[in-house]
């Protein structure tokens, strides 16, 4: 639990959009334990995180892309639409290169597969974060 000191000092802000409770739990508490992020809301469905990414506009979305309903890839326009210096970080299982290079192409920031050391996802919140903190216009020389 983050004391009020620890909320303010945060400077990264990350909401969680996963189906599976457990994952979704783990992903929270070892966020959670890094001083510089800190993670203002989760969601285990898609209509519920657009809702929260337009309510909370976090520097970093982590989603999922094995949704029922709409996917993941099918909100990542929503996403970006509703809150453009929001960046996604894609955190999925299926990491085949057309399932990467179609999130890529739509926008995301990263895709880090699931199977990768859970480090790998901490080291793409931060380089997101930096981006989400920069004009678009200095987007393409970063």
Do not use: C
């Not at 094995?66 to 639409?81: A, H, M, T, V, Y």
């Not at 299926?94 to 901490?122: C, E, M, N, R």
């Amino acid at each position: 639990m983050h004391s009020v000191y620890a909320v303010l000092r945060a400077v990264i802000t990350v909401l969680l959009i996963e189906d599976h409770p457990l994952v979704r739990s783990l992903v929270k508490a070892y966020l959670d334990s890094q001083r510089d992020i800190f993670v203002v809301g989760e969601a285990g469905n898609s209509k519920r995180g657009v809702d929260l990414v337009q309510q909370v506009q976090p520097n970093v979305v982590i989603l999922d892309i094995g949704f029922s309903g709409l996917n993941g890839l099918e909100i990542l326009k929503p996403i970006r639409d509703n809150s453009p210096k929001t960046q996604v970080i894609i955190y999925s299982i299926h990491d085949s290169s057309p399932y990467v290079a179609d999130a890529l192409a739509q926008g995301a920031a990263h895709f880090i597969s699931k199977g990768t050391p859970i480090a790998k996802l901490l080291t793409a919140v931060r380089t997101a974060a930096v981006k989400s903190s920069l004009s678009p216009a200095l987007w393409q020389i970063t």
